[in-house]
């Protein structure tokens, strides 16, 4: 158990160490000169992300890649740092619950890579978010969303939000569906706090993940874009814990 927490220790000063002395040097001396922000940041995200998993000790396997450009891409949410494997391998702007926004030291930094936030309980918010979606798709950029709208521990997705849907095929934009699982069942974010998930998940030597990447879904229909893109990340789901992921044993 002390070795646990040792481990989580050090990763953690590890991770708050590199966060401000790299972004503190991409603020002042990369981005003031870069001609698109957005991409610059994508592209120093995902330098960061390449970093900063190998010594959390995140292991993927990925399948597939992001090959359309604008898309919604959308994915079950498990835990903690599920976008630290989505945005390692795809440049686009992510929804997140404004509760992110308080995290110290990433929270600040994530806005200026690509992320923005919303109050969940707030209908102007989800007004805004959907606004804030069609701009960005129609600016020529991907957004990631967890439509799920907050992690589930289920073997299978929890029911899809249709606003995000709604308005991605309503303009044209096509729907890409992502899986992701992980190999323990202490990375899977089960009520607890921050703290005491970053030391289950990180006091150990690895944090075994899967993610996989669906075909483009092309449809005027928001319905059949929410239905099938969640049935595509379910059949994976289960293809992806099958005498792989331990995190579901007990049941």
Same mark, same amino acid.
């Given at each position: 158990?002390?070795?646990?927490?040792?481990?989580?220790?050090?990763?953690?000063?590890?991770?708050?160490?590199?966060?401000?002395?790299?972004?503190?040097?991409?603020?002042?001396?990369? =981005?003031?000169?870069?001609?698109?922000?957005?991409?610059?940041? &994508?592209?120093?995200?995902?330098?960061?992300?390449? &970093?900063?998993?190998? &010594?959390?000790?995140?292991?993927?396997?990925?399948?597939?890649?992001?090959?359309?450009?604008?898309?919604?891409?959308?994915?079950?949410?498990?835990?903690?740092?599920?976008?630290?494997?989505?945005?390692?391998?795809?440049?686009?702007?992510?929804?997140?619950?404004?509760?992110?926004?308080?995290?110290?030291?990433?929270?600040? &930094?994530?806005?200026?890579?690509?992320?923005?936030?919303?109050?969940?309980?707030?209908?102007?918010?989800?007004?805004?978010?959907?606004?804030?979606?069609?701009?960005?798709?129609?600016?020529?950029?991907?957004?990631?969303?967890?439509?799920?709208?907050? $992690?589930?521990?289920?073997?299978?997705?929890?029911?899809?939000? =249709?606003?995000?849907?709604?308005?991605?095929?309503?303009?044209?934009?096509?729907?890409?569906?992502?899986?992701?699982?992980?190999?323990?069942?202490?990375?899977?974010?089960?009520?607890?706090?921050?703290? $005491?998930?970053?030391?289950?998940?990180?006091?150990?030597?690895?944090?075994?993940?899967?993610?996989?990447?669906?075909?483009?879904?092309?449809?005027?229909?928001?319905?059949?874009?929410?239905?099938?893109?969640?049935?595509?990340?379910?059949?994976?789901?289960?293809?992806?814990?099958?005498?792989?992921?331990?995190?579901?044993?007990?049941?």
């Amino acid at each position: 158990m002390i070795i646990k927490y040792f481990i989580a220790f050090l990763r953690l000063l590890i991770f708050a160490v590199s966060l401000i002395i790299s972004f503190s040097f991409y603020f002042i001396f990369l =981005r003031p000169f870069a001609k698109d922000k957005n991409r610059s940041g &994508f592209r120093y995200r995902h330098y960061y992300l390449t &970093f900063i998993n190998f &010594f959390l000790g995140v292991r993927e396997q990925v399948t597939g890649k992001p090959e359309i450009e604008p898309a919604l891409y959308v994915c079950n949410h498990r835990g903690m740092v599920d976008f630290f494997v989505n945005l390692k391998y795809i440049d686009a702007f992510i929804l997140s619950k404004a509760d992110v926004a308080k995290i110290p030291i990433l929270g600040y &930094f994530a806005q200026f890579t690509g992320i923005f936030y919303i109050e969940r309980s707030n209908m102007e918010s989800r007004l805004a978010t959907r606004d804030a979606i069609k701009k960005i798709l129609m600016s020529g950029y991907n957004v990631i969303l967890y439509p799920e709208g907050t $992690t589930n521990i289920g073997r299978l997705t929890k029911s899809f939000s =249709r606003g995000s849907f709604e308005v991605t095929v309503k303009n044209g934009f096509p729907v890409v569906p992502m899986a992701l699982e992980y190999q323990s069942g202490d990375d899977l974010w089960k009520n607890t706090g921050l703290m $005491t998930q970053f030391v289950k998940q990180f006091g150990k030597l690895t944090t075994n993940v899967k993610m996989s990447f669906g075909n483009p879904i092309v449809t005027d229909d928001y319905n059949i874009a929410m239905s099938e893109a969640k049935s595509w990340i379910d059949n994976e789901l289960t293809s992806m814990q099958k005498n792989w992921s331990k995190a579901y044993d007990a049941d």
